[in-house]
């Protein structure tokens, strides 16, 4: 049983800053590490939208909106991940879901409460 645990989110106003981790936890990943990483978000009313994602050797892809704002890094001996989120806006306001992918199977977290007041 696989395990994502979010963690670091908040309430922030417009242009400040917040670092979500996720944890992977879990019996396989003693044999698995975690492969294909990702930050997705979802704001009320709309649809899961992806936020980037990062490779197990560090190759990292990013939406638009969050260029030059955010920067997505990993550590794999602890099997977790991070976001570090700059420069917010109001319409970052979501809920941010990790997501892994272990031994080809897909994982997601319950998510973190990510509010910017303007």
């Known amino acids: 049983q696989v395990q994502l645990v979010e963690s670091g989110g908040g309430l922030v106003q417009a242009g400040g800053s917040l670092r979500l981790s996720c944890t992977a936890s879990g019996s396989i990943l003693n044999v698995y590490g975690p492969n294909d990483m990702g930050w997705y978000r979802q704001a009320p009313g709309k649809q899961r939208e992806l936020v980037a994602t990062i490779t197990r050797v560090g190759t990292t892809n990013y939406t638009s909106s969050v260029k030059g704002r955010f920067a997505i890094s990993r550590d794999n001996p602890k099997n977790t991940m991070y976001l570090q989120m700059n420069s917010l806006k109001p319409e970052d306001t979501a809920v941010y879901l990790c997501?892994?992918?272990?031994?080809?199977?897909?994982?997601w977290g319950k998510g973190t409460l990510v509010t910017v007041s303007s």
């Open positions: 997501r892994a992918v272990i031994a080809n199977r897909e994982y």
